[in-house]
């Protein structure tokens, strides 16, 4: 049987909540709905971490944003990262990227220079989008095509936006000749702001607000003080109007992303494996909160994930089985029939999708950079979150901690770190968390996470100097006092 193929899809800034196959109606996203009744949906998936280009680097290196150096937005991957792309081309597959990349360490827009292990001819950053216009086209994208009476007025067409020429290279490559097995990996950037897109799809929204639950009333009395900070920035910003997010550009562009991945899904070749997902969610007026990262809320926290086999086995599953960024490296390793390094962090959900296994796991979220600005500009700010079952645990190093139980309190009202009914599970997660953190060999790692004001947890937790495991790249560690390749 021929190597299968990967066509790997993601967006950015779109949460589970903003499609209609994760039980939100309101949004038009008939196409990703569809996928999702011909594979298996993944109801609790989780970003590694809700800002755009950490969540990249553990998608694409299979690490955590600590592991892999983009643990902040503009932080290049570091030297001894290896990515899906030059795994992939290596045993042999044709490889190309398409779209948004955030991980050359430049800026937003990247530096319009391919990466090893992608294919030059397709490569499409932002740069390269940007080269293709003009200035007043530039001026436009950026500054002036952002709200809805500016879009009404243009009725931008399709052709001009970035999606839809991402979306126009992808049908050029299924349309050429290759013998080969392929990993084309689509990385668009809507719905993220600006939000640019054709009238069409923003008209439907124009009198649409956005009710994100009984979270947009959330006095904040038992969180973090930041919590508390960020609300009030928020309170009367014009999107929200009493608790209600109206912002129909979003959530136009959130239908028009929808439409062209549709476009490219009606091309896909046989024998494909398709993954779509999405860097993090946004805030949507949950707990009076727009934006993401930082703190975290599922809204911002919690993925689409779905995953559809060349043939459809398991179509329509729902799993529960908490899956992370750095599983999806992983997965398609497996599914290739390729070798997963020790090096990876994630688990392969293979089992998952061509058996339907489920499993009970654990998945981690980190955040290590911001102030009051929630795109991570601002000082040291790490955040380190353990969900097991129902239970969150959330660590933030310099404020007041947070324990979540999910199925009496979906909506993240009631923080119950000091919960003595909660205590001995709430334990239990720390020392898990801590063991995570020394197995990851996180930097930030030490003993201010280890003493908590409701717990100590015991010092082995965090001694121990690991090796990094081998990558099938860098020759193995050498010990500082023999120069011998160290064991543990």
Wanted: some cysteine.
């Amino acid at each position: 049987m021929p190597q299968p193929n990967f066509l790997f899809i993601m967006t950015d800034s779109q949460g589970a909540m903003d499609l209609g196959c994760y039980g939100n109606p309101q949004m038009r996203t008939p196409r990703l709905d569809a996928l999702a009744r011909e594979g298996v949906r993944f109801s609790r998936a989780y970003s590694t971490c809700p800002i755009c280009g950490p969540a990249r680097g553990g998608i694409f290196t299979g690490t955590y944003p600590h592991t892999c150096g983009t643990w902040g937005n503009e932080m290049p991957l570091s030297l001894t990262a290896r990515t899906m792309g030059q795994r992939f081309n290596d045993a042999g597959y044709h490889t190309a990227y398409v779209g948004k990349w955030h991980l050359s360490g430049q800026d937003y827009f990247d530096t319009g220079v391919c990466p090893d292990g992608w294919d030059d001819a397709y490569w499409y950053d932002g740069r390269r989008y940007l080269a293709e216009l003009t200035d007043d086209e530039i001026y436009q994208w950026r500054q002036v095509l952002t709200t809805t009476e500016q879009l009404k007025a243009a009725d931008v067409p399709a052709e001009f936006t970035w999606g839809h020429r991402i979306s126009d290279r992808a049908l050029r490559f299924f349309a050429e000749e290759r013998d080969a097995p392929f990993l084309l990996a689509l990385s668009y950037d809507e719905p993220h702001g600006p939000c640019t897109c054709p009238w069409e799809y923003v008209a439907p929204y124009e009198d649409f607000y956005f009710d994100p639950g009984p979270s947009k009333h959330d006095d904040m009395r038992n969180k973090p003080a930041l919590h508390r900070t960020l609300r009030e920035r928020f309170r009367n910003t014009w999107e929200l109007t009493d608790g209600l997010l109206h912002y129909p550009p979003f959530f136009g562009c959130n239908t028009f992303v929808d439409a062209e991945i549709g476009r490219v899904l009606d091309a896909v070749p046989p024998n494909t494996w398709i993954v779509f997902t999405s860097d993090h969610g946004q805030f949507e007026g949950a707990h009076g909160l727009l934006g993401k990262g930082l703190v975290m809320y599922e809204e911002s926290a919690r993925i689409p994930l779905i995953v559809r086999a060349p043939e459809g086995a398991w179509a329509g599953t729902v799993d529960d089985t908490l899956a992370s960024h750095v599983d999806l490296l992983p997965t398609l390793l497996d599914l290739a029939g390729l070798p997963v390094p020790p090096v990876l962090e994630g688990e392969s959900l293979a089992p998952n999708v061509t058996r339907g296994e489920t499993r009970d796991r654990a998945v981690v979220i980190e955040w290590n950079r911001a102030d009051l600005d929630v795109h991570d500009n601002g000082g040291l700010y790490p955040v380190r979150c353990l969900r097991r079952g129902d239970l969150k645990l959330v660590i933030n190093l310099l404020d007041t901690d947070e324990l979540y139980d999910l199925a009496t309190d979906p909506h993240e009202l009631d923080n119950r770190i000091d919960d003595p009914a909660l205590a001995d599970a709430r334990d239990a997660l720390h020392e898990e968390l801590l063991a995570w953190m020394n197995a990851t060999r996180d930097p930030f790692r030490g003993e201010a996470w280890r003493t908590r004001p409701w717990h100590t947890a015991p010092a082995a937790l965090l001694v121990g100097r690991k090796v990094r495991p081998d990558d099938g790249y860098l020759p193995p560690t050498l010990d500082y006092m023999t120069a011998r390749p160290v064991t543990e």
